[in-house]
C-alpha cells in the first residue's frame, strides 16, 4: 500500500470560505508544460488531426501526448505525466492568508492564529489599557504547515477539457446561487464577482478569468475533488 503524501495548495478568501461552507469540492488547475499545437509539424502528418495534450515531470522541461480521441489523450497525460497534487488518497493542506493575534491581558500576553478569510477586521494587539492594533497579514504563500487549519482528502483525479465541466461541476467549484431577488428565477454568482449569470459555467469562467486564467485557451486542467478531514 503506497504512504499517503500531504503537499500544500493555495486557495483565496472566497474559496476558503467556499470550502469552509461545503460548496467547494473540487479544484481545477492547468497542467503545466510547453505548448505544442496538433498541427506542427514534427508531427507526422497523418497523425495531425489527433488530439494533444501538454504534461510535465519537471518545470524545466515539458512533453506532448497524443491519442485519436480527448478521452484517450487524458488518459495518457494522467499516466505520463502524475498530477503535480498528488493522488487518489493523499492529502492537501491548505494556504491562506494568514496573521499572528496578540492580545494582553493584564500582564500576560496570548497567542494564537487569525484567517483572514473568516476574520478579516482581527486585531493585532490588544493592550491592558484597551489599545488596539491590526493584524499584520501574512501572503498565503508564507503559511507554514502547522498555521494551516484546513486538510483535504483528495477523493478522485482526472484531465479534461476546461470548457468541458457541466454546471454539476461549476456548483462544486464554489459558485453560488444568488438568493436575493429569488423571483428572477435561478441565477450564479461567484463571491467577489459582481456579475450575475443564468449559467453556473459563465460564473465559472469569470472566476477563472478573474486568477489569470484564459478560458478560451481552453487549456487541459487537472481536476481534483476533495473532501475535508480532521487536520
Excluded at 145 to 151: A, M, N, T
Aim: proline share 6%; with cysteine.
Amino acid at each position: 500500500m503506497s504512504e499517503i503524501k500531504e503537499r500544500p495548495i493555495l486557495f483565496s478568501a472566497p474559496m476558503v470560505r467556499a470550502i469552509l461552507e461545503g460548496r467547494k469540492t473540487v479544484t481545477r488547475r492547468a497542467v503545466k508544460g510547453f505548448q505544442i499545437p496538433t498541427e506542427d509539424t514534427a508531427i507526422p502528418a497523418g497523425d495531425r488531426q489527433r488530439w494533444s495534450a501538454i504534461g510535465q515531470r519537471d518545470p524545466r522541461y515539458g512533453f506532448c501526448v497524443f491519442g485519436s480521441t480527448e478521452a484517450e489523450c487524458a488518459k495518457e497525460l494522467e499516466e505520463y505525466a502524475p498530477c503535480p497534487y498528488g493522488r487518489r488518497g493523499d492529502r492537501l493542506w491548505v494556504r491562506e492568508t494568514f496573521g499572528l493575534q496578540v492580545r494582553h491581558y493584564g500582564g500576560g500576553a496570548g497567542e494564537h492564529i487569525v484567517y483572514r478569510a473568516t476574520n478579516p477586521d482581527a486585531i493585532y494587539c490588544k493592550s491592558a489599557e484597551g489599545q488596539e492594533y491590526p493584524v499584520k497579514w501574512k501572503p498565503s504563500i508564507h503559511m507554514p504547515r502547522h498555521s494551516s487549519r484546513i486538510l483535504l482528502e483528495i477523493t478522485d483525479l482526472r484531465v479534461e477539457r476546461l470548457q468541458d465541466i457541466t454546471e454539476d461541476q461549476a456548483k462544486a467549484e464554489g459558485v453560488r446561487l444568488y438568493t436575493d431577488h429569488a423571483e428572477l428565477g435561478d441565477w450564479w454568482h461567484v463571491e467577489g464577482i459582481e456579475t450575475y449569470s443564468a449559467d453556473p459555467r459563465k460564473s465559472f469562467e469569470l472566476l477563472w478569468s478573474s486568477v489569470g486564467g484564459d478560458w478560451s485557451a481552453n487549456p487541459w486542467v487537472w481536476v481534483v475533488e476533495f473532501k475535508q478531514v480532521t487536520p
